[in-house]
């Protein structure tokens, strides 16, 4: 990652540096960003398709398909998010930001999934068992994405500086 990042010295008694992403790490998180938002997009699509044409006791299988397609696109959509928070990390002084951009995936995924959720398990033409099993499917499908979405160790400007004094430290003592 030391490629991608420069390092700009503070100027106070202690030469300590702190960490600012490279113009290059800045442009591949914005393209990874992008095509998140791409993949969550047409998560939602999908979703939407499947509220109106798929929630039928006959197209049963085909709204299974559409639940794993939504899924995947979800989950993608999380991976280049946290990828792209990798390269160019919001700095934790700006605690709502910071949490924002790192959970983002979280609410995304189970945004593509909530409201489709909610309509199987409402629709009033629909009998029990297509209820629970496409209903189930959907809900555990909703859970995948937005755990898969949550970020448990975000990074962050504040440790990566803290890593890299850390690394000159440990070379300046040999």
């Known amino acids: 990652m030391t490629k991608f990042n420069h390092i700009n010295k503070q100027s106070n008694m202690s030469e300590s540096k702190v ?3 490279s113009p290059e790490s800045k442009s591949k998180a914005k393209q990874l960003r992008i095509f998140a938002f791409l993949a969550w997009i047409a998560a939602m699509a ?22 794993v397609v939504i899924l995947i696109l979800a989950v993608l959509g999380n991976i280049l998010w946290k990828k792209a928070n990798k390269l160019d990390p919001a700095s934790e002084k700006d605690k709502v930001k910071f949490f924002i951009q ?6 995304m995924g189970i945004l593509a999934f909530l409201p489709l959720v909610i309509m199987i398990f409402t629709n009033k033409n629909i009998d029990g068992k297509t209820k629970g099993i496409a209903g189930s499917i959907a809900a555990v499908a909703m859970v995948i994405a937005g755990v898969s979405g949550v970020d448990f160790n ?3 400007v504040e440790k990566y500086t803290e890593e890299i004094n850390q690394q000159t430290n440990t070379l300046n003592e040999l």
Do not use: C, D, H
């Open 19 to 21: 960490f600012v992403a």
């Open 46 to 67: 999908g979703q939407i398709f499947a509220i109106f044409k798929l929630i039928s006791n006959e197209t049963m299988v085909w709204l299974i398909v559409a639940i």
């Open 102 to 107: 790192n959970q983002l995936g979280a609410f």
């Open 154 to 156: 975000p990074p962050s």
